[in-house]
Structure formats: C-alpha cells, structure tokens
C-alpha cells in the first residue's frame, strides 16, 4: 500500500462521514444495478462524465506523461478508479488543491485501484501520471519496425480492459464520457485518436482532439506515427503508413457504399467521420472499432478486395458496440453476435445472398469446433467472466452461436419484423450501455409472443450450454460442392481444378482437409496451386496449418517469416498450438524467441502461456 500518510488522512474523514454514505448507499441502490467483475470502479456513486486530456507522448523513454482532468457527477464523496501499471503523481480538484488518496494494487490482469477523498464541492479532478513498464495496451515501434522506416509508431488496444494501463479511469463499458485531447508527439509524426482527426501533419508535433458523443473507456485510442491520409468519400477515408496508403485505398473503395447499406438497415451513423488507419503487422487483432477510426491489420490487404468483411465488420460496431453498449464483458455477445450479424448483412447487400450463406457456414464450422472442444460452461452466450480475464471471451461463441441466435430469431418472425426491430433497438438504446437482461426485455416486449419466446427456446440459447436443436443451419452450395471435392481429392490424390473460385472458396477446402492431409498430399497441392506463396493472409494461415499437420517442411520459412512479423492473434496462436500438438515444440520455441520483439503485449502474453 502506497501514501500511508494519505490513508490515514483518509480513514479519518472517512469515519466522520459514516452517515452521510450510508444515505448515499440508499440513493444508489434505486439508481444503478449493474455489477461489473472486471473494474473496480462504484458504478453506483460518483461517476466521470468528460475528459479533458493532456499528454506527451516521449518515444525515447516509452513512456506517456499526462494530465487527466475528469469531470465528475457527484453522488458520494470516495470515487474509485481502475488504473495497472501508472504513476500517479498528483491529483487535484478544480482549484489546485491537492486530494487525499490511496492506491491498491490488486493482480496483473484487473490491475488495481485508486480511490479519492472527494467532498461535494469538487466537480473536476485533475490527474497527473505517467506511464511504466510495458504497459499492456501499448505497443512501441522502432523505426526499423516500420515500414518507411523514417518515424516510430505507437498505438494502443483498450479492449476489454486495458484502458487502465495508459488512463486512470472508470474501466467499465457501462461508464461513458466525452473528452477532449491535447497531443504533443516528435513533429514529422502524426496523431490519431478515437475522436475527430486531423488530416495533415502540424509542423509543432501538437495535435487536438475531440470526442463529442459519449464513449467507454474501451474505445479509447491513439497512434502516433508516419501516417498519411486518403480520402475515399466526403466522410471516409485510409490513414497508413506512405508506403502502404495506394493499395490500402484500392483495398477499402467500397467502404462508402458499405455504410450506406448499413445506414438503410439500421439507421444514420451517427460517428460524424469514418476513417480507417492501417496499423503495422503487429496489430493483434483484426481491427478494432475505435469510432470515427477503425484499426485495422495490414494482413487484409489481399490485393483482390477478398478479405473486406472485417471493415464491414468493424463499422457495424457503429451501431451494434459502440452506439448500444454491453455493460459488462458477461454481455459481450451483445457486441460481436450482433456485429456478425450486421456484418453478413452488408456483405449480403453488397455481394449477394450466395455470399452471405457463404460467410454463415464458415462461422457455423468454427461455432461446431468450439462446441466440441470448451468446457460446457464456456459455452453460455451470457458469459460467467468473473475472475477470468475478459479476453478469453473473445471467441466462437460471443460471435457465432450469437449471430446463431439471432438469425434464428430472424427466421422465426420473417425479416422485415427482425430489422424493423433491429432499428427500433438501436433509436431505443443509442448512446447507452446495456445488460443481456436488458436486450432480452426489450426483445419480449417488442418482438417476441409468449409462445414464440418458448418455441425458440430463448432462455436456453442465453443461459445454457451448446447450442439448441431448433439452430438455424445455413446452407451454400457452393460450399457443399466443396465438400465433395475434398472428399474426392482425399481418394483420388488428384488435385481439383478450380477455376473461377474465390478466396473464401479455398479457405473453406483447406479448412476441410485439416487432419485429413499427408506430406504427399500437401506437396501436390503446392504444386497445383502455390499456396505456399499465397498472398492471401487468411488463406496462408490455414494453408500452413496444414503444413506444420503434414511436416511439410519446404514451408517452414514462409512459416517462420509470417510468425515472425505477423502479430495477428487469430493467425498465430493456433499456429503455435499446432506445432506444439505435433512434437515441434522446440521449433516453435525458436520462432516464439525471434519474434517476440515484434509483439504487441497482448499477442505476447497469449503466446508465452503456452510455454509455461
Ligand atoms: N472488438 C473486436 C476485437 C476485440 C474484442 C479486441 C475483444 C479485444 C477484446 C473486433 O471488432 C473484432 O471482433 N475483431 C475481429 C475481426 C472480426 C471480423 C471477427 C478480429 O480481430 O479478428
Ligand atoms: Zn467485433
């Protein structure tokens, strides 16, 4: 425990003020019921309701030093916030007067907490930090780590609950704010933030920000390197790096017509701007809907538009995550089931009703896998997070048993009702932050009969393990076609002829052939097909699965040199899992030690667990 003096001080005033919050306690029980496990915060008492950020972004020290100045909406006067890892240096109130507090490091994953003696006079604090070591939602680039290698990069990932390691904050989804920023980086760098952006480099390195519409903490981000902007229409456009900005813009051209497609369904995006910046292949995901600024890895640049569903899938956050919130990371489902949902509708109205049932086979197969291989109790679309760390709910089942649910609800009442009331949830909770209960209320009131609500078995779908029989199962036929070709290859030996297929077409028939493969097997495709040199990240990635199956040696070092550089967890990670599963422990070992200076924290950590 650090200010012991400050403590005492604290536990003082504290006592003196018993009374008054045992009435406060009164007040918050009819307020607020909403417990979030992951954040350490009063969601019930005094809550920040703006930012107002200052910060200087030190790239020799790797290190952030900043002024938090929060406003605040008095209810009681001790307020908690999250915070892993910083300095706090000071915190004062709006008229420079130092505050009393005390901090309390708890575990590597929540971090810890900070609590404040307020009094009811107080409306702002003003926080002084700084970052420490390797704060885990940031990640440093040296300038040989990029790709113009004139200026290092820095960016952050706030989600699930990172936020706290580069802010002091009330870490929870169901907490939102405003804020503003004030930014100063090397000049010859630009900033960017989850906020409105600036389109050219200022000659001082000082860049401002602001964020009008309230957000959570999760979505808030920056980068900070040699960007360039392009613009694609009025309101969107690409940020990347000089090298990469030309085919990044051919890549993302239907960006424009996807938000409208999405706006028809669902209703006005209501971000102002929506611009994408691709990140360094260290990004470790891929994308991450900061509003008004969707992250993106550079690993969807196929040159062929194939793998343009994750910016569909990113601006559907702008209704389904970022508009209408889940309150806890036990509501993720509401994020990204829904988001897939929304996702395969743009795609749908963009490529075709073919495509879509394309894309919903291929997350029905990675919901069947997760099914056959959690534990029963990680199979819940309400998710039972406490004590685990959020991230682990990042997966199949918030995703794909929840684009399940609701295309199954979808099917039950026709479509024209489903997006009706689609739109009306969105008007309903925009802005706002709401629990699975919440949703299910409103889907009882508006949508769903008694009878209908049974038929579907609702309860079951949230609360209970797998996956109910009454599951609406998609069907493609040109994926069903596939299926018989794999089968045909595996007797035959003779590679398919497949002119004309699409990406997603050659992803499905690798996926199909996972442990049904020998090194022969695998060496005649590569024959036929190249795929060892394939441009296609997605098609590469299970491609090399296949060849770490078969020992298919003559891959390694494409292998190597993707596990390397690329820091996509989605890739890497099942990649690490299958050499370790066939006895190369010790070459992946090898692969994880020449990489791991290329790794954000995040990727890092995922991939050092698996050689405890
Ligand atoms: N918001 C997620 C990424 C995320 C979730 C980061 C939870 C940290 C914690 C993002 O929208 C996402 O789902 N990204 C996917 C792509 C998508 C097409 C499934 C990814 O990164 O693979
Ligand atoms: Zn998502």
Request: hydrophobic residues 40%.
């Amino acid at each position: 425990m650090k200010n012991m003096q400050l403590y005492a001080a604290l536990m003082v005033i504290l006592c003196s003020h018993y009374s008054c919050i045992n009435a406060d306690k009164n007040k918050r029980s009819q307020m607020n019921t909403i417990e979030d496990p992951h954040s350490f915060a009063d969601l019930s008492g005094t809550r920040l309701t703006h930012l107002e950020w200052d910060a200087v972004i030190d790239f020799d020290h790797r290190k952030i030093k900043a002024r938090a100045q929060w406003t605040l909406d008095y209810v009681k006067d001790t307020l908690i916030l999250d915070e892993n890892g910083l300095r706090i240096l000071s915190i004062k109130d709006q008229d420079g007067h130092l505050l009393p507090f005390e901090e309390h490091e708890v575990d590597s994953v929540r971090g810890g907490w900070i609590k404040v003696l307020l009094q009811p006079k107080v409306q702002k604090i003003e926080i002084e930090y700084e970052t420490m070591d390797r704060p885990a939602a940031l990640q440093w680039l040296e300038v040989s780590q990029t790709m113009g290698r004139r200026y290092p990069i820095l960016f952050t990932q706030s989600q699930a609950i990172l936020a706290r390691s580069w802010l002091p904050c009330m870490d929870s989804p169901s907490i939102r704010f405003t804020y503003n920023a004030r930014v100063k980086v090397p000049p010859g760098s630009l900033a960017l933030m989850s906020a409105s952006n600036p389109q050219q480099k200022s000659p001082d390195g000082v860049y401002s920000f602001s964020m009008t519409q309230p957000i959570p903490s999760y979505l808030m981000a920056l980068a900070v390197g040699d960007f360039e902007f392009r613009a694609i229409s009025e309101r969107t456009g690409i940020y990347a790096e000089p090298e990469m900005v030309y085919s990044a813009h051919y890549e993302f051209a239907e960006v424009e017509r996807m938000i409208q497609a999405a706006e028809n369904l669902y209703g006005s995006y209501l971000w102002d701007r929506y611009d994408l910046l691709v990140l360094p292949p260290s990004f470790p995901f891929g994308g991450m809907e900061n509003p008004r600024l969707t992250f993106v890895t550079p690993t969807i640049l196929a040159g062929d538009r194939s793998l343009v569903s994750l910016v569909a899938h990113e601006l559907a956050h702008s209704w389904s995550g970022n508009l209408v919130t889940n309150a806890t990371w036990n509501d993720f489902w509401l994020n990204e089931g829904f988001t897939v949902y929304i996702e395969l509708r743009i795609m749908e109205q963009l490529y075709g009703r073919e495509f879509h049932e394309m894309l919903a086979q291929l997350s029905f197969t990675k919901l069947e896998e997760a099914l056959r291989t959690l534990p029963a109790d990680q199979t819940l679309l309400k998710a039972r997070l406490e004590g685990k760390n959020p991230d682990d709910a990042v997966g199949p089942i918030a995703y794909d048993k929840g684009y399940f649910f609701l295309r199954t609800v979808e099917r039950k009442v026709g479509r024209k009702a489903f997006d009706e009331f689609l739109k009306n949830y969105f008007e309903t909770f925009k802005f706002q932050s709401i629990t699975t209960e919440d949703f299910l209320k409103f889907l009882r009131k508006n949508l769903l009969k008694k009878r209908e609500w049974e038929e579907l078995e609702v309860d079951r779908w949230i609360y209970e393990p797998g996956l109910p029989e009454n599951v609406f199962r998609p069907s493609s036929t040109r994926f069903s076609m596939i299926e018989g070709i794999c089968a045909s290859f595996i007797t035959t030996k003779r590679p398919p002829i497949t002119k004309n297929w699409s990406a997603h077409e050659y992803i499905y028939f690798l996926q199909n052939l996972r442990g049904r493969v020998d090194y022969n097997m695998v060496h005649l495709l590569d024959s036929a097909f190249d795929f060892t040199k394939s441009r296609n990240s997605e098609i590469l990635a299970v491609w090399l699965l296949l060849c770490i199956e078969a020992k298919y040696t003559p891959a390694y070092k494409t292998l190597e040199a993707f596990m390397t550089t690329t820091g996509r967890r989605k890739f890497i990670i099942p990649l690490y899992q299958e050499l370790i599963k066939q006895n190369q422990k010790n070459q992946a070992k090898e692969i994880f030690l020449k990489a791991q200076n290329n790794y954000h924290p995040i990727t890092y950590n995922s991939v050092a667990v698996l050689f405890d």
